[in-house]
């Protein structure tokens, strides 16, 4: 089954804990990214990446980190989290990016609360 | 710089009526793409429809279909015939063709009265 895998779904954690978020995809998307969903907000861009050793910054990216060294696998990593990180986040999927018919297959998401 | 608006905080439709949610977006590229997702109480995000700023037509797909008028910058999603499992967040969303972001509005949380 296509899909992209996010782990984990649920992660309470404390300030300054140094957490990594996983994401994997199983179709050879180019294109990954990952969001951060706030209520009134919408989805925010943190980081994307066009292929392996390729990323950028999106909207949000302070105090966020990402790598690509396979091209199924974007870690969302934060070094030292912070309350303000609390939030649902997604990593997403597109065969590539631009203006085509890309639409992203998204992960099941993961609920972060840091206390 | 692109933007996604979406005015709408929460709409409410009666089951088998149709529906249109708003979308305004905003960019000095002339190729873009614009989509809507849709999230329901589950959580997943859902992608259920694409616009091409060249395509000639309106998308389709199933009941969904996008209203999009490039002069007015609006790209609506209009759901025929509702259901309850319509009930849930939509997004609209854009990516420019010259450009590695997506962005999103805020959304429109869509109730369906049976």
């Known amino acids: 089954e296509a899909q992209v895998t996010q782990n984990p779904r649920y992660l309470i954690t404390v300030t300054g804990k140094k957490l990594t978020v996983t994401c994997s995809q199983n179709?050879?998307?180019?294109?990954m990214s990952w969001y951060r969903q706030d209520p009134g907000l919408g989805l925010r861009q943190i980081y994307y990446?066009?292929?392996?050793?390729?990323?950028d910054k999106g909207d949000v990216p302070e105090g966020y980190k990402v790598s690509r060294k396979e091209k199924r696998n974007f870690p969302l990593i934060l070094e030292s989290p912070s309350p303000n990180q609390t939030s649902l986040y997604f990593c997403?999927?597109?065969?590539?990016?631009?203006?085509?018919?890309?639409?992203?297959?998204f992960g099941s998401g993961t609920r972060l609360t840091v206390v | 710089a692109q933007k996604i608006t979406q005015t709408q905080p929460g709409m409410f439709v009666q089951e088998k009526e149709a529906v249109t949610l708003d979308c305004t977006y905003d960019?000095?590229?002339?190729?873009?793409?614009l989509f809507w997702y849709k999230q329901p109480s589950s959580g997943e995000m859902i992608f259920l429809i694409y616009?091409?700023?060249?395509?000639?037509q309106n998308a389709t797909e199933g009941r969904y279909s996008l209203n999009f008028q490039k002069a007015r910058k609006s790209a609506n999603l209009v759901i025929s015939a509702s259901q309850l499992g319509d009930s849930a967040m939509y997004f609209c969303a854009m990516r420019e063709d010259g450009g590695f972001k997506t962005i999103f509005g805020a959304g429109t949380r869509l109730f369906v009265k049976a």
């Open positions: 960019t000095s590229d002339p190729s873009y793409g």
């Open positions: 179709m050879n998307h180019e294109y």
């Open positions: 990446s066009m292929n392996v050793e390729v990323t």
């Open positions: 997403a999927s597109s065969l590539s990016w631009g203006a085509r018919d890309y639409g992203y297959t």
């Open positions: 616009q091409g700023s060249y395509d000639q």
